[in-house]
């Protein structure tokens, strides 16, 4: 089993960055591809972004490429999402994603064994 905590959501401008945390425990953090999905409200959970156990390889939905970038660290069993140029559209709540060690399409929600409890991101016009 993996536990999930993510922080740093909160209320911002548009314009503005933050920066998400998921904390891991249990298993063995670096053997988990990690990513980050969010829900926008009445809208269905989306693909952020991906990365691999080791770090070396990194997915985006394509639309924020170049705004958010995700990393990991994996002596602090922790993976990061920085998110900037931040627009309302962004608004949801972003969930922390742990994948089956079988994944092979790292897009769906199905691809996922462990969820975080997710945190609000709300960006203000």
């Known amino acids: 089993q993996v536990q999930l905590v993510e922080s740093g959501g909160g209320l911002v401008q548009a314009g503005g960055s933050l920066r998400l945390s998921c904390a891991a425990s249990g298993r063995t953090f670096s053997i988990y591809a990690m990513g980050w999905f969010r829900q926008a409200p009445g809208k269905e959970r989306e693909f952020v972004a991906f990365i691999s156990g080791n770090g070396g390889n990194t997915y985006y939905k394509d639309s924020l490429k170049g705004r958010f970038t995700i990393s990991r660290d994996n002596a602090r069993n922790t993976v990061f999402l920085q998110m900037n140029s931040l627009v309302p559209e962004d608004t949801a709540i972003y969930y922390c994603?742990?994948?089956?060690?079988?994944?092979?399409?790292?897009?769906?929600?199905?691809?996922?064994?462990?969820w975080g409890q997710g945190t609000q991101v709300t960006v203000s016009s």
């Open positions: 994603a742990a994948y089956r060690t079988a994944m092979k399409v790292p897009t769906t929600p199905n691809a996922v064994e462990f």
